[in-house]
């Protein structure tokens, strides 16, 4: 089955940075499109980038432009959000998660909090 798992979040100071990573399993990762969400406490989840299959196409929400980078690593099943110049307002659990056959799968995130 479909599952994907994130790693790398943790505690940091504002303007500090982070990578997270997502391992896929379960699915031809290379054929699909990924994205990565965040949610925040009593707030919304919220998109923060996607990439497309072959990592050509690359999206990010405005809130992050110019300081996240999302990539992929299709040998390796997993992508990427470099994460640079954190705001306090980054404190959020990050999500990574796919459309396959018309389901949307979700990891079970990894927190990030960014204060000092």
């Known amino acids: 089955q479909v599952q994907l798992v994130e790693s790398g979040g943790g505690l940091v100071q504002p303007g500090g940075s982070l990578r997270l990573s997502c391992t896929a399993s379960g699915f031809t990762f290379r054929s699909y499109a990924m994205t990565w969400c965040r949610q925040a406490p009593g707030k919304e989840r919220e998109l923060v980038a996607a990439?497309?299959?072959?990592?050509?196409?690359?999206n990010y929400a405005d809130s992050v432009k110019g300081r996240f980078t999302i990539s992929r690593d299709n040998a390796k099943n997993t992508v990427y959000l470099e994460m640079n110049s954190l705001k306090p307002e980054g404190t959020a659990a990050y999500y990574c998660?796919?459309?396959?056959?018309?389901?949307?799968?979700w990891g079970p995130g990894t927190q990030v909090t960014v204060s000092s």
């Open positions: 990439i497309s299959s072959t990592g050509g196409s690359r």
């Open positions: 998660n796919t459309l396959y056959r018309s389901t949307r799968y």
